[in-house]
């Protein structure tokens, strides 16, 4: 089946560092990649929607500037915590359209993100 | 506002039983609910769904039963064994729209 590769699976940085998450689709091409953030015991909460090729949409609440979404290529999309604060620690999930089908949805390993 | 509500935090059930998750929403929108299964520290894996245009769908020991006038949802195990042992989401999503919408997850455990 399609496969979303996401890395790294497990991150530890220092407040004010920068952090760059990828997600890439294995053997299918993601025109649309999402982005989601889970806090312990809580909902997956989508970041942004991001289309190959232009500018991801946020959801309202997130910020653009700290967190940094490229989908450059039908394969791979990246996102960049900037400036993490202990705040962002969090665990964050990527997902791929596969198909027009509402059941066509796959998802990202998961990245845990702690910043200390 | 949580537009898509899993109201049990967690369910214990005994192996072999039946293990029925619930989920309630109040987007009249909504046309397409998901049931997604999650381990921790990896992402969520696909179930089972169902369109608003059905009342249930069944798919080997899964089962979804859709209320559209109650705006609730369950998802049926039976017979449950300890490999469900996980926490469940429900999701939903409106016609023409890409995104899902999430429960907060009810975390499943089976005993022996």
């Known amino acids: 089946g399609a496969v979303v590769s996401q890395h790294p699976s497990r991150v530890i940085c220092k407040s004010g560092t920068s952090v760059k998450i990828e997600c890439r689709s294995l053997d299918f091409q993601a025109t649309t990649m999402f982005w989601y953030r889970q806090f312990p015991k809580q909902s997956l909460m989508l970041m942004a929607t991001s289309n190959e090729g232009s500018k991801a949409t946020y959801e309202q609440g997130v910020e653009k500037d700290k967190f940094l979404i490229n989908h450059a290529s039908l394969t791979l999309s990246t996102l960049t915590v900037t400036s993490a604060h202990p705040e962002d620690s969090s665990f964050y999930i990527c997902?791929?359209?596969?198909?027009?089908?509402?059941?066509?949805?796959?998802f990202g390993s998961g990245t845990r993100l702690t910043v200390v | 506002d949580q537009q898509v509500k899993q109201n049990s935090p967690s369910l214990s059930v005994q192996e072999g039983r039946i293990s029925i998750l619930n989920c309630d929403y109040t987007n009249s929108m909504f046309d397409y609910f998901l049931w997604y299964k999650k381990y921790p520290a990896e992402g969520p894996t696909f179930l089972i769904s169902i369109s608003s245009i059905k009342d249930k769908n069944e798919d080997g020991r899964f089962t979804v039963f859709l209320n559209k006038s109650a705006k609730h949802l369950s998802l049926h195990i039976v017979p449950s064994q300890p490999g469900d042992s996980a926490v469940y989401f429900c999701a939903a999503s409106e016609q023409g729209a890409q995104k899902l919408v999430f429960g907060q997850g009810t975390r499943l455990t089976i005993n022996p």
């Open positions: 997902s791929a359209r596969i198909g027009v089908t509402n059941y066509g949805y796959t």
